[in-house]
């Protein structure tokens, strides 16, 4: 006979079962740049992203690849780097905003050569979730709740925690330090009906308690 453990294990192997893997980043195609403007796309096509603020260059399609050594870029949460070509390259400081078409969760900016910046501020908090080597050398990224702090060539990606249409940071001037834009979740529009295995999920969930509660009952 099955007992309430034996019930509650199963429900935990379904559960492992339905958990997707780690989804794959979709990086910005920078395609088009202007005065303190550039644009792409992310997903397909399917989400607009557009930056403002002053830049020194924009890289669209082929050039120098700015991002290589990939493990710098990757981590158990992001496995995949931004694509080489593709970079907007900062040297005043100032505000810069990053906004989206439709709202983005979790969004992640890939920096590369970020010297000289004792404290980005950003509007929402961050986490760092890789760094290291990159193409002008090594350096270290440090968060402190909507902080970032710079020593050496800091090179990483970065998380900014939440669900936005748009972000923005202050950064200092320098020669130029370079940023891409990606992320791995297209917020659900409002009203969303839950996918499928989520449905079985939540149906497998109530089947199991409703089992431990009437073993609980006839004892």
Not at 93 to 116: C, E
Not at 150 to 171: A, K, M
Request: overall charge neutral; aromatic content about 10%; some cysteine.
């Amino acid at each position: 006979m099955i007992n309430s453990r034996q019930l509650v294990a199963g429900f935990a192997l379904s559960l492992a079962a339905v958990t997707p893997a780690v989804a794959q980043v979709s990086w910005t195609d920078w395609t088009a740049s202007g005065v303190n403007s550039a644009s792409g796309t992310m997903f397909g096509g399917t989400v607009g992203v557009s930056y403002s603020g002053s830049y020194s260059f924009v890289q669209t399609g082929c050039g120098t690849n700015f991002w290589t050594f990939p493990a710098t870029y990757t981590s158990g949460s992001v496995p995949t780097p931004p694509p080489a070509c593709d970079i907007v390259a900062l040297n005043a400081g100032g505000l810069k905003t990053i906004t989206f078409t439709q709202a983005v969760v979790n969004p992640l900016l890939a920096v590369a050569s970020w010297n000289g910046q004792a404290a980005v501020v950003f509007s929402s908090p961050i986490e760092v979730l890789s760094q290291g080597q990159g193409y002008w050398g090594v350096g270290t990224l440090t968060a402190t709740g909507n902080t970032l702090a710079v020593s050496g060539e800091g090179h990483g990606v970065i998380r900014l925690l939440g669900t936005f249409t748009s972000v923005s940071f202050t950064d200092g001037s320098e020669n130029w330090h370079g940023i891409t834009v990606g992320a791995q979740e297209i917020a659900p529009a409002v009203g969303v009906v839950p996918e499928p295995a989520t449905y079985a999920l939540m149906t497998g969930g109530l089947a199991v308690l409703a089992a431990v509660r009437r073993r609980r009952t006839a004892a």
